[in-house]
């Protein structure tokens, strides 16, 4: 009868135990999801005509989602400023205007179909790192419809491909400025991604 009762006890301490410890698991796991990061101005730089008002909403909101976090802005630089056929041309002429928005303590992240792929969380340890290293900004560029120019390739510090698909310029601006606002969340430990 003893012995019952002595295995009933380290059975309710066990099953006790096992419950402490994955509340202990769950705790450091949402502790561990969220990060600790100075937060860093972001900037998305589009080389682009005006988009549909209800992609302009869509990416409006995710803006105003991003600026929860840190300071937020969509900067549109002209596409083919100078009216030129030549494509070359074209890209050199809309550089010069991508490189007046940027600065030389800005992080620069190319976004182009031939760049890097990157999961959510590595966007979000993107965001984290450049707040990290100092920099004044993180700034991502969207080129024209023939890519960037060759002074914005040499400035970027990276190049990452929003997807193995070319989307619709409209369409790459709303995916960067969501894959920002839950970089954010990610780095939070936030319920927004899964």
Known sequence: ????????????????????????????SASSTARSTRAVPLVVVVVGKGG?????DAVDEYARRCAR???FEEKTVKQNPK???????Q??????RVMRAIT?????????ERGRDASSEE???????IGDEGYERGVFVLGG??????????????????????????????????????????LRGEPYHH
């Open 69 to 71: 976090y840190a300071p």
């Open 145 to 186: 419809p023939f890519g960037h120019g060759k002074d914005v390739i040499d400035r970027a510090n990276e190049s990452l491909r929003l997807s193995k698909m070319v989307l619709n310029h409209q369409v790459a601006r709303l995916v960067v400025t969501e894959a920002l606002y839950r970089a954010h969340t990610i």
């Open 1 to 28: 009868m003893a012995t019952t009762a002595l295995l009933r006890a380290s059975g309710a301490c066990a099953r006790r135990g096992r419950r402490i410890a994955a509340s202990a698991r769950a705790a450091s």
């Open 83 to 89: 009216n030129v056929k030549d494509t070359e041309l």
């Open 123 to 129: 966007v979000a340890e993107l965001v984290a790192r």
């Open 52 to 56: 549909g008002a209800k992609v302009d």
């Open 104 to 112: 030389a303590r800005d992080y620069v992240v190319l976004l182009d």
């Open 91 to 96: 890209k050199v002429h809309e550089g010069e």
